[in-house]
Every structure is written in structure tokens, then in C-alpha cells.
């Protein structure tokens, strides 16, 4: 299955080295290490890469054990911690609604 945002599949889309390390939460120096060791590919176009590639290299980088999984980073975590909080009590005002639902 692809992708597809005006005819073309997002796999193809270019997109800049900054892109890329937002979209992969590591930083730009990073992202230019995972590109010096071959993981992501640059497009034809200077200083652009396939979203695909980085995709691909990114994973490549996980399972060979170059980058940590997102779920185990620290800078950028993948997952969000959020308090579960008591319940509120009522407000001190409440509208009934009547029958219409005026």
C-alpha cells in the first residue's frame, strides 16, 4: 500500500536534513552522522533526502543497534506521560436543558 498526496507517493516527497532530524527527534549533527555512515541516502538534489530513505535508514540504524528505539530515548521520547487527575466535583451551577434543547 502507498501513500499517495497529488499523484505522487509520500515515500518521494524531498525534504531538508532539519526536517529530517525533527522527523526522526535526534538532532541535525545526528542525522549528518547517520548520513556519513551510509544509513540515508541523499535525493539527486543537494542537501534533500526521500522521505523513504530516511525512513528506511532509520529503522536499518534501530535494528542494527546505531540509534536507540524511540520508546527508549531521552531527549525526545515517543511517548507522552500525562496525570490522571480525580474526579472534579459539580460545578455550583448547572443548566438543566429542557425538552426542545433551549
Same mark, same amino acid.
Given at each position: 500500500m502507498s501513500v499517495l498526496h497529488r499523484?505522487? #507517493?509520500l515515500r518521494d516527497w524531498l525534504i531538508t536534513a532539519d526536517e529530517g532530524a525533527?522527523?526522526?527527534h535526534i538532532t541535525k549533527q545526528g !542525522?549528518?552522522?547517520l548520513v556519513r555512515e551510509g544509513f540515508i541516502r541523499s535525493a539527486d538534489r543537494a542537501g534533500?533526502?526521500?522521505l523513504g530513505a530516511v525512513i528506511d535508514?532509520?529503522?536499518e540504524a534501530v535494528r542494527l543497534g546505531r540509534l536507540a528505539p #524511540?520508546?527508549?530515548r531521552t531527549n525526545a521520547p515517543a511517548v !507522552? !506521560?500525562?496525570e490522571v487527575l480525580p474526579e472534579t466535583p459539580a460545578l455550583p451551577y448547572?443548566?438543566?436543558i429542557d425538552q426542545d434543547g433551549l
Amino acid at each position: 500500500m502507498s501513500v499517495l498526496h497529488r499523484k505522487k #507517493p509520500l515515500r518521494d516527497w524531498l525534504i531538508t536534513a532539519d526536517e529530517g532530524a525533527k522527523a526522526l527527534h535526534i538532532t541535525k549533527q545526528g !542525522f549528518k552522522a547517520l548520513v556519513r555512515e551510509g544509513f540515508i541516502r541523499s535525493a539527486d538534489r543537494a542537501g534533500m533526502y526521500r522521505l523513504g530513505a530516511v525512513i528506511d535508514g532509520h529503522a536499518e540504524a534501530v535494528r542494527l543497534g546505531r540509534l536507540a528505539p #524511540p520508546h527508549k530515548r531521552t531527549n525526545a521520547p515517543a511517548v !507522552f !506521560f500525562c496525570e490522571v487527575l480525580p474526579e472534579t466535583p459539580a460545578l455550583p451551577y448547572s443548566a438543566s436543558i429542557d425538552q426542545d434543547g433551549l
